[in-house]
């Protein structure tokens, strides 16, 4: 069972914003490095945003960079990605995914270097 949960995800208009959560609810998520990701109907998953577990190193997309924030609350224990100007082009299930330390296999925007998963959280965005 995921110890991951993601919320936040809404309907919104172009050029809204959203602010999505993903929270542990039994690990102590400081030890963890967590990426975001989305998948479309019909798509293959693709990375998002991440950022590792002390919070210093971050690493977007090219389609979020500039638009999209990834931070975390480590006394929170959850991890946010503010998104900004969204497109319908966004419009997915967004999800995030732990690993325990740093991700050691693949590049952080790759879902191969994540164990953890939670359920997703929709985003959809209208024109």
């Known amino acids: 069972q995921s110890d991951l949960v993601e919320s936040g995800g809404s309907f919104v208009y172009a050029g809204g914003s959203l602010r999505l959560s993903c929270k542990a609810t039994?690990?102590?998520?400081?030890?963890?490095?967590v990426g975001w990701f989305r998948q479309a109907p019909g798509m293959e998953r693709e990375g998002v945003a991440a950022?590792?577990?002390?919070?210093?190193?971050?690493e977007y997309s090219e389609f979020a960079q500039g638009r999209f924030t990834v931070s975390r609350d480590n006394t929170e224990n959850v991890v946010y990605l503010q998104m900004n100007s969204l497109k319908p082009d966004d419009t997915a299930v967004y999800l995030c995914?732990?690993?325990?330390?740093?991700?050691?296999?693949?590049?952080?925007?790759?879902?191969?270097?994540?164990?953890?998963w939670g359920q997703g959280t929709q985003v959809t965005v209208s024109a």
């Open positions: 995914a732990s690993t325990i330390g740093i991700v050691v296999e693949g590049t952080p925007l790759e879902p191969r270097g994540y164990e953890d």
């Open positions: 039994r690990a102590t998520l400081k030890r963890y490095s």
């Open positions: 950022i590792d577990h002390r919070g210093v190193n971050t």
